[in-house]
């Protein structure tokens, strides 16, 4: 087992439950203390530590640190691009805070290694649709976008100044069968199983041709861990690496899902997130990462979704 000791921030939430799961097998069950302001998820229960937490309150956040000689920081606490746009003061002050609070502790207890991740979500409209590059105009129209966009800077800023190793994903949305989304655009595709499953039939929110950059779970995970292995002569993007799954429309999975579930229906409805949807690329490209740190993906869509219906 290697000795660190590391505290997830946000674990109870759609990434954090497997990632937390994922790193109690490396790292030992003992030494990934997962902590959330919500209660803990099911699937952590009695296979390590929890403990309960408000990012925002830095000075409990610094004493955990130190009372558990924590040594990585995983922080995963944030306000996703939906919930964003209904209270963006709120998303702006969590997402902006939490990070500099985890940056600030980093800094003053030498912490080894820091992972906070971004979203393609710092992409705006006037980005590339298609295969969107590391760098390329990146002029973000929602406030999740925004606050990742800032939060990639002061990222690169910790390492360039205080040389704090801090690295970060620019995730796309995230399909997982273990734990549910947490209020992003991206959510239908998740949503989507489990009503095919009960219902046989799903009105999606956004409009059947809107292709958006996506990954599952497992892939995300993965890629979470190679990076944060890398030695650090390996990370040269310093505010947060482009990565890519696979890229698909509404209508794309629901044919994809019918395969499963004969006689499955869906409707479209588009709400306030197709306009987020709209302003973010349709696909990514991320040779960087695979060039700098060896990432490649294994799921594309028909492999997702058979997984999805195995597990669900
Ligand atoms: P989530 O909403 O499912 O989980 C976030 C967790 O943070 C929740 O359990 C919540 O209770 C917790 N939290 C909120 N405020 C907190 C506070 N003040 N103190 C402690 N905990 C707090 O989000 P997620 O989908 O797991 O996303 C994790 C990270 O990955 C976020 O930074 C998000 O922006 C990023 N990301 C996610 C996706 C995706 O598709 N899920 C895509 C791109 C980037
Ligand atoms: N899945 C996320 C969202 O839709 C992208 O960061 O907000």
Redesign the pocket.
Known sequence: MKQEKILV?????????E?TLALRKIYGAANVIA????EQ?ELLIGNGPFVS?????KEMLHVQVIRQNVTQIY???????A?GEKNPHLAWN??MQ?LLNVLDIAKEEKLHKVY??????VFGPTSPKQNCPQQTIIEPTTV?GIS?YAGEFWCNYFYNKYNVDIRS????????YK??????T??YAVEIFHEALAEKTYECFLDKDTYLP??YMPD?IRATIELMEAPAEKICVRTSYNLAGMSFSPEEIGNEVKKHVPGFTMTYKPDYRQQIANSWPQSIDDSVAQKDWGWKPEYDLEKMTEDMFTNL
């Not at 902590?35 to 919500?38: E, F």
């Open positions: 921030i946000g674990a109870s939430g759609q990434i954090g439950v990632l902590s959330d302001l919500r998820n937490l408000d990012v925002m309150n922080l995963l606490a944030a306000i996703l691009s919930t969590l997402n939490s906070w991740p971004s979203s393609i979500a999740y990742k994903l620019r995730y796309p949305g995230l399909i997982s734990s549910a989304p947490g209020g992003g991206t959510d996506m990954m995300a």
